[in-house]
């Protein structure tokens, strides 16, 4: 059968670059992205979906005759925190609508996105092992911690074929994040490039796990293409690229731009930084389906730096 791709939340910074190695992978035909508007000189098949919108999504799935959902929709930690009950709404109501559509349509697969903020202070701080407890302290992490429950219900109790990865903070030159709490790890090299002065919004130690778009990207195709019976976690796995602080990755840029320089402003994203842990333990996305990541910071603040420039030539 001919696999057809939805992605929910395409234009995201995430959701842009995965459709198109969807694209790559399955054919621009095969693949749909969506989201709430429609995306400037975007190539392939785009339909405008807002994921609160079941019927819409049906119709979608219906029309094209898709066989795997990507829900990338969501509100992510710091701008939840704005207005946490509406984040809940959105983030559950859009995640039981592709639930409920993967479950009555027998999608193939679906792949639901998990993070690092499921974890909270009680969290073992230092390599987190995937069946820590859960005690997350923002909005966007309940509701992560709760989706990744549910999924694994939709799992065993209707077979629904649903796969997740707890994303860290995802660095890529490709398109930008926004409302989430490790935005600045993005943020600085484009201040730096700019030879412009950036303001972080942690302090100078808080280290946080990070993941290069490359990785992140191929660790979620691998994942979907595991065959079924080595995926044996059904809540979310573990993923871990590198970690660093701020300090960490303002030497590194130093390196090229000696006289990059940074103010410290930490904010109410530092109490939620904090909150998380500093690296996580990655080690059943190994064993289970071979995940193995290859970005170092000293090789993702090049190719970032190299790629910033030719975009700001
Ligand atoms: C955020 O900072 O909210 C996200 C995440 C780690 O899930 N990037």
Redesign the pocket.
Known sequence: MQTVVLVIGANGQLGSVLTQALQEKFGKENVIASDLREKEGYSGIFEIIDATDSERIQEIVTRYKVTQIYHLAAI???KGEEAPLRTWDINMKTLFNVLEIARTNSIDRVFYPS???VFGANATPLNTPNNENLSPTTV?GISKAAGENWAQYYFEKYGVDIRSLR????IGYQSL?G?????YAVDIYHKAVQEQEFSCFLKEDTMLPMIFMEDAIRATIELMEAPKESIKIRTSYNLAGVSFSPDEIIAEIQKIYPNFKVKFEPDFRQDIAASWPRSIDDTEAKKDWGWEPEYTLEKITQIMIQKLREQYK
């Open positions: 992510l930690s710091a993070s690092i903020a966007y994303y860290p903070g995802v994040p409302g989430g709490t490790t935005d």
